[in-house]
């Protein structure tokens, strides 16, 4: 069959070709989008005087009708269509006839499918934003849960200083409030108008574009015609940004797998979200986790598929870009599907408070605040730092920790020492005592916990329906 297209050729391709060249098996996910900026279109068209009002109504009246048809099902895709535009632009005309192939009056394919993929991708951005405050939300809530459990915090891996787990996971939502900071941010250069730059050099016909773009939601338009269709900045900047969320997600799932193993059990994770071994019936598998920690290389290769394919085009439009839509498609459906897995993963999850305390009492993690109490003494910081180590030492050549070694060992290093260093040292006073801004003490983290809150509740989600 002679595609839409045919002209200065015939129109009739191989069926390899037409495989080859077919978009509709992914892009026909925009069908909604499509069908919007095509009744945006025509009432534009008819506003402009380039149809007739009524041949408007019958467009937008068949383009309603297929939009129905296609969500109730009695309308089926046709997978040998090459694209969703070719789809919806054919079953329209052979509906309501000629009429229907006024439609495309002011407009090409290049600047149509700019239209279908920033619409279609603003409202994902909007549902990620969604996704990404209730994760902040669980977290946070569970932080809350076990506010005053202390854990050892680590660098390198190695046991570092006492902290409370709130703040651990209080990080994470800092994390994750940025990850909506940047799809907000995103949203913005996403929700501009390419409609009406055609092909790519604009038209002849007399249109409205910023009325076109008022009609579906736009904030405005592209400035420049050639590139309203060459660009896919937005589509690498939303990539660029769920790696970024997928990152933080990865970090975050790595550490519940070593805190729900053996040799940590700080953590359990629900049965609802581990599995067992095919043959050791002791296992407790943490999959979920591992795979939203897998997929972040696929989320990652999305963004470098989509810087490629871009690298070396020149514009405007090529059919390269095509390339673009399961790259950010599959972006996109990844992280949405790590977040909805995530969410009630957190919600489910249960802390193991005296595992994280008996931790945190080896290691040796109270040695700073040692020296932070040989300093408030007299001493120097270096030399309260080298007392530190050498009481580190002893308690390694007796087999006890800083809180069981004898006070004549202590002045036998410093004779400034007395009997108060005991309560000083104590974990939960080490934690108390970090008083400073942003810091693990209790008071802290109460106000990091409010600040979280107030965050969320400023956050703005917007949605887009002008169906």
């Not at 296609?70 to 329209?92: R, T």
């Not at 700019?114 to 990404?132: F, G, H, K, Q, V």
């Not at 902040?136 to 809530?141: E, H, K, P, T, Y």
């Not at 902290?163 to 940047?182: E, V």
Request: hydrophobic share 40%; proline share 3%.
């Amino acid at each position: 069959m002679a595609k839409m297209w045919a002209g200065v050729t015939e129109g009739v391709t191989s069926k390899i070709a037409d495989d080859f060249n077919s978009s509709i098996s992914f892009d026909s996910r925009m069908y909604k989008e499509d069908i919007t900026g095509s009744v945006a279109h025509a009432k534009m068209l008819a506003k402009q005087g380039i149809i007739s009002s009524p041949e408007a109504e019958q467009i937008i009246s068949g383009l309603k009708d297929i939009l129905k048809d296609l969500e109730s099902g009695a309308l089926k895709i046709d997978p040998d269509c090459e694209d969703i535009h070719m789809f919806v632009e054919q079953v329209l005309t052979e509906r309501i006839g000629d009429t229907g192939k006024k439609l495309h009056t002011a407009r090409s394919r290049n600047d149509q499918v700019a239209l279908d993929l920033r619409m279609y991708l603003r409202n994902e951005t909007a549902e990620l934003i969604s996704l990404t405050k209730e994760a902040v939300s669980a977290v946070c809530d569970k932080a809350e849960e076990y506010k005053t459990a202390v854990m050892p915090g680590y660098t390198h891996l190695q046991r570092a200083q006492p902290i409370l787990f709130s703040h651990q996971l209080l990080a994470y939502c800092m994390m994750f409030l940025r990850d909506i900071d940047r799809l907000r941010d995103c949203l913005k250069r996403m929700n501009i108008s390419p409609i009406g730059a055609c092909a790519l050099a604009g038209t002849t016909y007399n249109t409205d574009r910023l009325y076109e773009a008022e009609l579906l939601g736009f904030d405005g338009i592209c400035k420049n015609s050639i590139d309203a269709v060459s660009d896919r900045d937005f589509a690498i900047e939303l990539c660029s940004v769920l790696s970024i969320l997928q990152m933080h997600l990865s970090r975050f799932c790595e550490e519940l797998i070593l805190w729900s193993s053996w040799e940590f059990r700080f953590i359990s994770l629900s049965d609802s979200f581990t599995t067992g071994s095919s043959i050791m019936p002791q296992k407790k598998n943490p999959d979920m986790a591992e795979l939203i920690r897998g997929k972040t290389g696929r989320v990652y290769g999305s963004l470098t598929t989509l810087l490629t394919v871009l690298k070396g085009l020149p514009l405007a439009y090529n059919k390269d870009m095509q390339e673009d839509k399961e790259a950010v498609f599959d972006c996109v459906d990844s992280v949405k599907a790590c977040l909805t897995v995530f969410i009630p993963m957190i919600k489910e999850m249960k802390a193991n408070p005296e595992n994280m305390l008996k931790a945190a009492k080896t290691g040796f993690i109270n040695a700073t605040d040692l020296a932070d109490y040989l300093v408030r003494k007299g001493l120097p910081f270096r030399s309260a730092y080298k007392i530190a180590g050498q009481a580190v030492a002893k308690c390694t050549e007796k087999g006890c920790v800083l809180d069981d070694l004898p006070l004549e060992d202590y002045k036998s290093l410093c004779e400034l020492v007395d009997d108060d260093v005991y309560a000083d040292i104590d974990l939960m006073t080490c934690v108390k005592k970090r008083i400073s801004e942003g810091g693990t003490g209790p008071e802290s983290v109460d106000k990091q916990i409010d600040n979280v809150r107030a965050e969320l509740k400023n956050i703005k989600e917007n949605r887009y329906d002008f169906t």
